[in-house]
């Protein structure tokens, strides 16, 4: 090949490879930039893109799993709490109930007592109804209740699993302890509606059930707390990884940008200069 030619110029061709290369390299530096990701789309690297779009899915999925979860917490905080009222109202009206069952309270004392027990029951009563949290509620099945009564079934987590809490009957807790003036008018028939027998449905009997009922959505109420926990640190832990395989780090790139950039005028001169070196030849012809 000839060393000086116009049909061919080597040194041009050179030139113009090591630019467009310098440009190609410069083009992916300025994506990165722009977009804060070295894997933005499946271009960049197929294989990273489809483990992020996958880490990104479990995020999203866990996420969600977490604002459903924080609707079952706000919704069993209102019954432990609906629960804890009614559980201190039943110790009011049990020493009431005590009272009554002594044979000396007489009179208007006794009268007097009746009507302190029935205003502690529409008390209860009252706790039971408005146990609702966004239209649900988990004991409030008593004629008149704000919430509509019915089990939960929450998702927990990404891949669908599920934690069953079931309902608690406060029509049924009520309807026991909801004594007539005629059956606290005596105070032998009062002491056979607290006492502890099987058969019966005591007072005392309904008061320890109600005490299951908040140990069992106290529990509930602990592991929906810790499950939220648990995927809260899980999504932190899932998008730090996802930020190690497709961030892009900015510091370098930007380095990398001006160190490109310099050598993108640099090649662009040289071809320049390599695109002059025909017409010398015409110098031959004068």
């Known amino acids: 090949m000839a060393l000086e030619s116009i049909i061919t110029n080597v ?10 290369n310098t440009q190609q390299q410069l083009a992916v530096t300025q994506k990165q930039i722009s977009t804060g990701y070295a894997v933005a789309d499946a271009t960049d690297n197929g294989a990273a893109y489809a483990i992020a779009q ?5 995020v999203g999925a866990l996420t969600s799993a977490n604002q459903q979860l924080g609707n079952v917490q706000g919704l069993l905080s209102v019954t432990v709490s609906g629960l804890n009222d009614v559980s201190n109202l039943m110790n009011s009206a049990r020493d009431v109930l005590v009272k009554l069952a002594d044979g000396n309270t007489q009179g208007t004392q006794r009268t007097q007592y ?30 008149g209740s704000v919430g509509t009564m019915g089990a939960v079934n929450v998702v927990t987590n990404e891949v669908g699993s599920t934690y069953n809490i079931s309902t608690y009957s406060g029509s049924s807790l009520y309807s026991s302890i909801n004594f007539t003036s005629t059956q606290l008018g005596s105070a032998t028939q009062v002491a056979a509606l607290i006492g502890t027998s099987a058969t019966a449905a005591t007072f005392i009997n309904k008061l320890n059930g109600l005490g299951t009922a908040l140990n069992t959505y106290g529990a509930a109420t602990n592991y929906v707390s810790n499950q939220i ?19 892009a780090n900015l510091a370098q790139e930007s380095a990398q940008l001006q160190s490109l950039q310099i050598q993108q005028q640099l090649g662009t001169q040289a071809l320049s200069i390599a695109n002059q070196a025909p017409s010398s030849l015409l110098s031959l012809f004068r």
């Open 114 to 143: 009746i009507q302190q027990y029935q205003s502690l029951l529409s008390n209860i009563k009252s706790d039971i109804q408005n146990a609702d949290y966004n239209g649900k509620t988990l004991i409030g099945n008593i004629s």
């Open 11 to 20: 040194n041009a061709n050179i030139a113009l490879q090591s630019l467009e």
């Open 54 to 58: 996958r880490v990104r899915s479990d």
């Open 229 to 247: 926990n648990y995927n809260s640190d899980k999504i932190t832990a899932l998008n730090d990884g996802l930020g190690a395989l497709v961030d």
